[in-house]
């Protein structure tokens, strides 16, 4: 019984991206997934999966893989790699993604550019996705997203980003389009130690999410972070190691309807001599 209930999950998420023209989440990364995916003010390489200007911030070039796993729903489990560089002028940011299994799959590239003007940091990015369903076939796209964060003080920031700006059409019919998503949001640096960030994300024909996190830093290298979010409702924690070069964050997510969610992420820093 416990099988054949998560096969009619499965299968009901499925129809619910073929059908009605949605694509799944591409926030990725374990310190994102940890903040509840409140990432409009978070500055890191994941950020060509989350709030792109993020990535102008990103001083060493750096390269990240990153896992989630859904132990009761494994056709939902989602891989990235993502790396980016600093440039003479911006950076710039290359990422993978991968969604599903054989029944339903997402597949995406994506390349970013963001770029510092005095306080504020603006971003563009191009995403590929294919979709592809057991008995539908395959269809590709391509879609834009664009992304802002200003820094108004050293403890204040405010970010947003539109994700599928284009809204391009997956099928034959006009109103099958990927959906357009709003977000904005605000970060607050509490001393050295003490980060927390919030944000709404609306995508149309949704509910309003409301998301909060917080970091907290100790002994210089390691983190712990936890978070909350709505719509639906799920909590967060998650902790990281950083040490010279290496990092390492791991994050878990708990929502009452589809259970647990594990992401670990691994990334390399190639530091300047």
């Known amino acids: 019984m ?10 009901s998420i499925v129809l619910q991206y073929v059908t009605k023209a949605q694509s799944v989440s591409s926030f990725m990364g374990s310190r994102s997934y940890a903040l509840g995916n409140s990432t409009a003010c978070v500055n890191d390489e994941w950020s060509i999966f989350n709030n792109v200007a993020g990535i102008s911030s990103v001083s060493e070039s750096t390269a990240s893989f990153s896992c989630l796993a859904r132990p009761n729903l494994k056709a939902a489990n989602k891989s990235a790699f993502a790396f980016a560089t600093p440039l003479k002028s911006g950076a710039l940011g290359l990422g993978l993604f991968h969604f599903g299994d ?6 995406a590239a994506t390349i ?3 770029h510092k003007l005095g306080i504020t940091s603006v971003g563009i990015k191009l995403n590929y996705i294919q ?5 539908y076939g395959s269809k590709g796209v391509v879609s834009g997203s664009v992304g802002v964060v200003t820094q108004l003080t050293p403890q204040l920031s405010i970010g947003a980003h539109i ?5 391009p059409r997956i099928s034959t019919n006009e109103n ?5 998503i709003l977000i904005a949001g605000v970060g607050i640096k ?3 130690s003490v980060f927390v960030t919030s944000e709404l994300e609306k995508s149309i024909n949704q509910k309003t999410i409301l998301k909060i996190g917080l970091e907290y830093k100790f002994q210089q290298k390691f ?3 936890t978070a909350f979010t709505t719509n639906p409702d799920a909590g967060y924690f998650g902790i990281g190691f950083q040490p010279t070069k290496l990092k390492f964050d791991y994050a878990f997510r708990f929502e009452p309807n589809l259970g647990s969610g594990h992401q670990a992420t691994i990334s390399y820093r190639f530091l300047k001599k």
């Open 2 to 11: 416990l099988y054949r209930a998560k096969l009619v999950l499965a299968f």
């Open 223 to 225: 983190f712990f972070r």
């Open 112 to 114: 970013g550019y963001a």
């Open 176 to 180: 099958e389009k990927l959906s357009t």
């Open 102 to 107: 054989n029944l339903y799959n997402e597949n």
């Open 163 to 167: 994700v599928n700006v284009t809204q």
């Open 190 to 192: 509490a001393g050295k």
């Open 131 to 135: 979709f592809s369903a057991e008995g």
